[in-house]
């Protein structure tokens, strides 16, 4: 603060200790009379307001300003919800022909790996971005119908946003044209791995 005869100056600051943007009007009255400010002033651009009168006539002075005027501050990235993934952001399945598959059933056999890794069975993937403030929707879902391979590859978009912190990786299974429930493959605990290998039997 500060002041001479004739007018003072004082920082208006935010709880988290900012300044206050230009332009709020702040309102200076003495006790109780807030229909009758002893003086008016706006912040200036580092939060500073003066007002025109002598400080020591001031006597238990108060400070009235419109907390809507003041702009709300955007959230921590770490507390914002991600966004969904985008329409074109969906797992992409590896090609058993590349061999990105971590087994395979021998020559002359049908698949039999786990409970659901069947030959004829659909299994599909979906994903979704993940911050400390809650998960997004699911992206949308990449299938395939087995043959004689389980557990793929997967590639998994990053957020490009850069708000997730990571991402939940999500598989069902089709078995003669029934759905059956979704299951988590795994978490991610980062926006920047992509490649990740689906081992849940």
């Given at each position: ?36 400010p ?27 300003f419109?907390?809507s ?13 991600p ?48 911050t ?70």
């Open positions: 603060m500060s002041f001479d005869s004739n007018s003072f100056t004082l920082q208006l600051l935010s709880a988290d200790g900012t300044s206050f943007p230009a332009g709020i009007p702040v309102a200076l009255i003495a006790g109780d009379d807030r229909k009758n002893e003086a008016r002033g706006s912040t200036d651009a580092n939060g500073y307001v003066t007002f025109a009168m002598d400080p020591a006539t001031i006597t238990q002075p108060r400070l009235l419109d907390r005027a003041i702009p709300a501050e955007p959230p921590a990235p770490d507390r914002v919800k966004p969904a993934p985008s329409a074109g952001q969906t797992v992409t399945i590896a090609n058993p022909a590349d061999g990105g598959w971590q087994y395979q059933a021998d020559a002359g056999t049908s698949l039999q790996y786990g409970i659901f890794w069947n030959e004829g069975n659909t299994v599909a993937y979906a994903f979704s971005f993940v400390i403030s809650g998960e997004s929707a699911l992206s949308g879902w990449a299938s395939t119908t087995l043959t004689t391979y389980a557990l793929p590859t997967l590639t998994v978009p990053r957020d490009t946003s850069g708000v997730a912190l990571g991402r939940i990786v999500y598989r069902q299974f089709t078995i003669d044209g029934q759905p059956q429930p979704l299951e988590t493959v795994t978490q991610i605990a980062d926006n920047t791995t992509t490649s990740i290998v689906d081992t849940l039997q």
